[in-house]
């Protein structure tokens, strides 16, 4: 079920595996995608949902993406400290590199352990199995 489109950006709800599905088509994050990554941390507290895939497979060169991903990710959980939720991104394989290599202790430093589980991802079927085994 769509819940959120734009030209960039679609959101969907899987009933069957109980997962939102953001998938992110543009060479960079921008505006486009700061609405539709809000809607769906949104979307996961209103309807008490906790796996999102997080589909960001692009060409675009290695970013940080602290600011646009965990920080939103951080302020949807201080409004519900209670929720455990998990993210699975699916980024390209020179992201996943970049990602691991220089963000994952900030990003250890920057999500609650016992709330969020964020792990990144360059194939979505990983992604998915790892979603559906929480």
């Given amino acids: 079920m769509t819940l959120f489109q734009t030209p960039e950006a ?6 069957a595996s109980d997962m939102l599905h953001l998938s992110y088509s543009a060479a960079r994050l921008s505006a486009s995608f700061k609405a ?4 769906a941390l949104d979307k996961m507290v209103q309807n008490n949902v906790d796996k999102l895939l997080l589909d960001l ?8 993406d602290t600011d646009k991903i965990l920080r ?5 959980l201080l409004a519900h400290p209670h929720r455990s939720l998990f993210v699975a991104a699916v980024v390209s394989e020179s992201q996943y590199e970049y990602q691991v290599g220089n963000m994952l ?30």
């Fill in 10 to 15: 679609l959101l969907a709800y899987h009933p």
């Fill in 36 to 39: 539709a990554y809000q809607q």
């Fill in 57 to 64: 497979k692009r060409n675009a060169p290695p970013t940080d």
């Fill in 72 to 76: 939103p990710l951080t302020e949807a």
């Fill in 105 to 134: 202790t900030a990003s250890a430093m920057a999500l609650p352990s016992d709330q969020v589980e964020f792990n990144y991802f360059t194939s979505r079927h990983e992604a998915t199995d790892w979603l559906s085994s929480q």
